[in-house]
């Protein structure tokens, strides 16, 4: 069964306070557009930074009431598909992103999205990486705004998330609660400018629930690999919390040691760095598929 939900339907914040714009049964396709981060209030490089209400940034359409879904239960959202805006934008000024101490006006770059290319400049066509920066579910308790990460998922701003991906969040609340929103044309790891290139979009989703596993924080599937994503108020400890959790997920499914573990993670595993400008930084650690064949592990749920 194929569902639409269109921009219109938006939240601000992750929760189990709001009323659901679709609902729909496990294995159900879902096409959900978005405005861009911005709410679509950027227009032109002459839009001025008091005329943007900074209040409607990072929304997310939804939510979406995933019918079998429980507490306890893993959602499964898998990104077939995603389609993009003719252009994007970007921006940058004080106190925003890692540069901001530096910088003293308000910066704003249209970008032209042509023959698969970001037109950052007349000499500068950036490769496309269409991803998504919000996505996740009602968390356990209270609201979180859509622009903070958490162990719902939310605004973890992760490259990993794109097209033919598998994205894995823990079930808090009946019907999981799902949306997403804050697509990038391209966003390199880090996103230092406090931007990506932010477009609206139109994403193809397959939410499927799965019963019988757990998980503690969002997870990521592709075809060459696997990561835990972990968003925690430092990046040292997201680094360490994602590969404590892709610790005990290859102990609970192998025989190996964790002395074995901490070895094979040192020797082939990746920690690698999502976002640095939320409110909570956002680390992964990844390890390959060729790893985990050899390991005999062939499904990862």
Known sequence: MMEMLTRESYIYEMSSKHKPAIRVKSGS??????????????TSETT??????????????????VEE????????VHIQKIELAEKGVMVTGPDLGVM?????NFSIKVVPIKDNRAIFNENIHLPLNPMIGVIGVAPKEGEVSCGTPGDHGGNMDTILIKENATVYFPVFQKGALFSLGDLHAAMGD??????????????????SVIKGESLRTPFVENEDGI??????????????SAVEEMVDYLLKRTDMTIEETAMLLSAAGQVQVSQIVD???????????EVLKSLGIEKVF
Do not use: H, M
């Open 48 to 65: 001025n930074y008091s005329s943007i209400d900074w209040n409607q940034i990072n929304p997310a359409t939804g939510p979406v009431f």
């Open 190 to 207: 880090g996103e230092v400018g406090v931007s990506g290139i932010e477009i609206p979009a139109k994403v193809t989703v397959t939410l």
């Open 279 to 289: 409110p909570l930084k956002t680390a992964r650690c990844y390890l390959s598929k």
């Open 100 to 104: 901001g101490k530096r910088i003293s």
């Open 29 to 42: 396709k879902v096409i959900i557009e978005t405005y861009d981060c911005f709410l679509n209030q950027i």
């Open 69 to 76: 879904a429980e507490p306890g239960d893993i959602l499964a």
């Open 227 to 240: 990561a835990f994503l972990v968003s925690k108020k430092t990046l040292d400890e997201a680094a360490d």
